[in-house]
């Protein structure tokens, strides 16, 4: 098992930023491959970016290229998404999610857990 916690979300104005982090305990971190997700009211959830075991790579959707970092840091166990120029449309609940994978995973169904999820809030 795989317990994994986000937080940093928040209320920001356009073009600000935020961190968010999430902090993982249980089965060898450094063996899964993380994502993170969002999902706003009355949408499917979205992949935004996902990362490697070794943190060597990653993958973008295009909706967040250019703005969003994903990165890792296995000592702390702990998977960051650094989010840039913030729009009112990225407004949504965020989730991490871990897949035990040597390469990129990008398809939720592929993921075996999820964090509780951390709400993200952009003013206009």
């Known amino acids: 098992q795989v317990q994994l916690v986000e937080s940093g979300g928040g209320l920001v104005q356009a073009g600000g930023s935020l961190r968010l982090s999430c902090a993982a305990s249980?089965?060898?971190?450094?063996?899964?491959?993380m994502g993170w997700f969002r999902q706003a009211p009355g949408k499917e959830r979205e992949f935004l970016a996902t990362?490697?075991?070794?943190?060597?790579?990653?993958y973008y959707a295009d909706s967040v290229k250019g703005r969003f970092t994903i990165s890792r840091d296995s000592a702390k166990n702990t998977v960051y998404l650094q989010m840039n120029s913030l729009k009112p449309e990225d407004t949504a609940v965020y989730y991490c999610?871990?897949?035990?994978?040597?390469?990129?995973?990008?398809?939720?169904?592929?993921?075996?857990?999820w964090g509780q999820g951390t709400q993200v809030t952009v003013s206009s």
């Open positions: 999610a871990a897949a035990l994978a040597i390469g990129l995973v990008v398809t939720p169904g592929k993921f075996d857990y």
């Open positions: 249980g089965r060898t971190f450094s063996s899964y491959a």
């Open positions: 990362v490697r075991w070794s943190g060597t790579s990653t």
